[in-house]
């Protein structure tokens, strides 16, 4: 169980990450959302105790961050953001370093180097130097580099960040697969990436926590707006006109008409279903309906209006 309290990180003027609170469970695939300098590295590296908060702590089984570094270290493997691999060692003279320096060494680093090996599928670039492997081969020992002490959280920052489709589908496979016995956080600008993989997400934009459910929750705290388009005959103007003084909670977002066939965009917030009045209404009018479909909010936009700034970020 992991406790983030809150947490804070300022970088001079700057304030990355703003009196955050979070819990983390075992076993747990979690996703840590946020655009670009939402404060997610940042976060993490302090989990991982590589970074001093400013202030606020962690604790992981009850071991703190300020305390007990130590033994946070040894229960968390940690693949940072842009993975940075010494280029010009072999990979298993990398693993062998890395392993050391964790004290594990002789008979226990083979046994360890075979484990990796086997979960990273990295058998076969074992004798290859680490700056001739595609991205994906070096993500891929990356992760063995995080794992070989065996520990029970992973912490990954952008996992699949630069790799190729094929590769990402490789990458969260095998997240998936490390998620069934080990707890992972694992870091994403990218909703569709933690929604694949994750079984709860936090959202977090300018420093702060904005949301922290899993899928189905954070759809139903949504309070966004719903659409119904319809496609109706022989309907009045005067009669669509009148529609949202009938229905209060609706409104008319736009129409165009060809012939006597009008498309309307009607709009109403998630949450109450209008469709059965606005058919009532239909055909009290005398309207026939063509079409009528609803489109409700998706993951992508409840992410949307947490994030993004006024005026957007886009740029
Ligand atoms: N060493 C640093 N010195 C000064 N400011 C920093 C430093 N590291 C990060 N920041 C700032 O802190 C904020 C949070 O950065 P952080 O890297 O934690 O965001 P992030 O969510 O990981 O973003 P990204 O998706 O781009 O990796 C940003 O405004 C960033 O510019
Ligand atoms: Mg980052």
Redesign the pocket.
Known sequence: MIHVENLTKD??E?K??KGINFTVNDGEILGFL??????????LRIMTTFLAPTSGTVTLDGYSIHEHPTEVRRRIGYLP?LNPLYGDMVVHDLLKFVAGVRGITGKAFKSALGRVMGVCGIGEVMHRTVRELSKGYKQRVGLAMAIIHDPEILIL??PSAGLDPNQIVEIRQLIKDLGKEKTVIL?S?ILQEVQAVADRMII?NN?EVVADGTNAELMASFQGKAQLIMEVKNASAASIKALPQKIPDISIQGQSAHGNVRRVQLEYPTGHDLREQVFKYAVESGWTILEMSRQQAQLEDVFRSLTLMEGGRDA
């Open positions: 970088y001079g700057i990355a990450v946020g655009p670009n300098g939402a404060g997610k590295s940042t976060t953001e920052d952008e870091s600008h977090l420093g």
